[in-house]
T-cell receptor
Framework: SQKIEQNSEALNIQEGKTATLTCNYT??????LQWYRQDPGRGPVFLLL?????KEKRKERLKVTFDTTLKQSLFHITASQPADSATYLC???????????FGSGTQLTVLP | EPEVTQTPSHQVTQMGQEVILRCVPI?????FYWYRQILGQKVEFLVS????????KSEIFDDQFSVERPDGSNFTLKIRSTKLEDSAMYFC????????????FGEGSWLTVV
């Protein structure tokens, strides 16, 4: 069955450093992969979508890579700030591609 | 920026009662969804809705659940005869026409069944 794993439940880093979060998947051949941010008690907020034919995508301080051979996506936040502290979710399409399957998320804490 | 709005933000209900959660999707979107998140667990897909009918549903979405678009703006999730295990945050979401388009989530309705 399809499975998504995100590297760790929690990640603490110092302000100004680069945070790197990992999403691995098995038994999937997704056409794209998405990253969302979720704050406590709030809904997921879309950050980036990367397609299977794209190796890398950037948006301001965010960078996502997608390696379909390794079945892995890396999500980087450069020059991290305490305001970046949140849970980051990896999501892949399933079913007819109108359904997203989410990973369990990585809780990032950026320490001042 | 357009957003998905949900009401109520929090509802407490007695076990066995019916609950209706309401959503106003983004106005030019055509696909509507309900997801749920039990406290401390993953966000899980429940159902997708397009062209006034269910297009996909998960195993969670059994006969206890139903969805409706009663007018041109609202999208509702009805849970009949609620159970304790239905306690969760329920997220409404919507997206545009192109497959793979961004899915925009509402802030959620927190349902507590007692």
């Amino acid at each position: 069955s399809q499975k998504i794993e995100q590297n760790s439940e929690a990640l603490n880093i110092q302000e100004g450093k680069t945070a790197t979060l990992t999403c691995n998947y098995t038994n999937y051949s997704p056409a794209y992969l998405q990253w969302y941010r979720q704050d406590p008690g709030r809904g997921p907020v879309f950050l980036l979508l990367i397609r299977e034919n794209e190796k890398e995508k950037r948006k301001e301080r965010l960078k996502v890579t997608f390696d379909t051979t390794l079945k892995q996506s890396l999500f980087h936040i450069t020059a991290s700030q305490p305001a970046d502290s949140a849970t980051y979710l990896c999501a892949l399409p399933s079913g007819s591609a109108r359904q997203l399957t989410f990973g369990s998320g990585t809780q990032l804490t950026v320490l001042p | 920026e357009p957003e998905v709005t949900q009401t109520p933000s929090h509802q407490v209900t007695q076990m066995g009662q019916e609950v209706i959660l309401r959503c106003v999707p983004i106005s030019n979107h055509l696909y509507f969804y309900w997801y749920r998140q039990i406290l401390g667990q993953k966000v899980e897909f429940l159902v997708s809705f397009y062209n006034n009918e269910i297009s996909e549903k998960s195993e969670i979405f059994d006969d206890q659940f139903s969805v409706e678009r009663p007018d041109g703006s609202n999208f509702t999730l009805k849970i009949r005869s609620t159970k304790l295990e239905d306690s969760a945050m329920y997220f409404c979401a919507s997206s545009g026409h192109t497959s793979g388009n961004t899915i925009y989530f509402g802030e959620g309705s927190w349902l507590t069944v007692v």
